[in-house]
């Protein structure tokens, strides 16, 4: 079993940062891929960032050059550094972990850009 803890939501004015962090715990025996996805009220999940094992990344185009995802492959962890936050981004946000061809997700942490 795994279990992905996100943390670092909150509440911030446009032109903002905010940090999120997930850490992965559990049956985890190999560096996994990791993402952060997203999904606003009325519409569908969507990928944010994603990471790979060797710390290859690649992003949405509606956060390029304002997110960057990265981990710490010791402790099993994702963060997300969102910076000049827009309204548009305010979303629950989702860890997810690839491992042995199965998608495990967290409980989302929310965020919300507001003035």
């Known amino acids: 079993q795994v279990q992905l803890v996100e943390s670092g939501g909150d509440l911030v004015q446009p032109g903002g940062s905010l940090r999120l962090s997930c850490a992965a715990s559990g049956r985890i025996f190999i560096i996994a891929p990791m993402g952060w996805y997203r999904q606003a009220p009325g519409k569908q999940r969507e990928l944010v960032a994603r990471?790979?094992?060797?710390?290859?990344?690649n992003y949405a185009d509606s956060v390029k050059g304002r997110f960057t995802i990265s981990r710490d492959n010791g402790k099993n962890t994702v963060y997300l550094q969102m910076n000049s936050l827009k309204l548009e981004d305010t979303a629950l946000y989702y860890c997810?972990?690839?491992?042995?061809?199965?998608?495990?997700w967290g409980q989302g942490t929310q965020v919300t850009v507001s003035s």
């Open positions: 990471i790979s094992t060797g710390g290859n990344t």
């Open positions: 997810q972990l690839l491992l042995a061809g199965m998608n495990y």
